[in-house]
T-cell receptor
């Protein structure tokens, strides 16, 4: 149990375009979802926290107008990178936690974004 | 300040040898502690977690960890490492409520020699 999926697993896009990444909890209701960014050989950097039906809370330094997060249901959250630029290229990972599963976050497999 | 320290950036062990990965934390409240493993290009898989009770917790893949409050540590151990254990290991501390955010350590990269 506690499976989280992400789609797509990788995406290549041109500079200036927008990219949407989906994060789904497949077998539990995700009250809270988290979006992380990971640079090569580094730890995870939390970008934002979202609760179902509420606006996301962004970490300091993360542009909320560039990284749009929507958590419209208890099983789906989306991250949209708007007007992507090469510096947005990174590995994006989501995680989800549910009230039935306490404080444990379950992670998706990640999405590799490359902006040309 | 709240923080998680993994002192070893890289560790190399021979297959079949024992393993201990260190994790120290600084946290104001009672910590919830986690160990995750990440294979290259993959997400994080939960190995084990500690919330309360027995301070020695068993996880998947033969891993265990011991919570030592006096030392603010939560070290991960495995008695006999397999080549497939080569990966990045992250220690994390989280809150019991509120934002439920984690603080991650910087990770330890494990290399296993055949």
């Amino acid at each position: 149990g506690a499976v989280v999926s992400q789609h797509p697993s990788w995406v290549i896009c041109k500079s200036g375009t927008s990219v949407k990444i989906e994060c789904r909890s497949l077998d539990f209701q995700a009250t809270t979802m988290f979006w992380y960014r990971q640079f090569p050989k580094q730890s995870l950097m939390l970008m934002a926290t979202s609760n179902e039906g509420s606006k996301a809370t962004y970490e300091q330094g993360v542009e909320k107008d560039k990284f749009l997060i929507n958590h419209a249901s208890l099983t789906l959250s989306t991250l949209t990178v708007t007007s992507a630029h090469p510096e947005d290229s990174s590995f994006y990972i989501c995680s989800a936690r549910g009230d039935s599963r306490g404080n444990t976050q379950y992670f998706g497999p990640g999405t590799r974004l490359t902006v040309l | 300040a709240q923080s998680v320290t993994q002192p070893d950036i890289h560790i190399t062990v021979s297959e079949g040898a024992s393993l201990e990965l260190r994790c120290n934390y600084s946290y104001g409240a009672t910590p919830y502690l986690f160990w995750y493993v990440q294979s290259p290009g993959q997400g994080l898989q939960l190995l084990l977690k500690y919330f309360s009770g027995d301070t020695l917790v068993q996880g998947i893949k033969g891993f265990e960890a011991e919570f030592k409050r006096s030392q603010s540590s939560f070290n991960l151990r495995k008695p006999s490492v397999h080549w497939s254990d080569a990966a990045e290991y992250f220690c994390a501390v989280g809150a019991a409520s509120g934002t439920y955010k984690y603080i991650f350590g910087t990770g330890t990269r494990l290399k296993v020699l055949a």
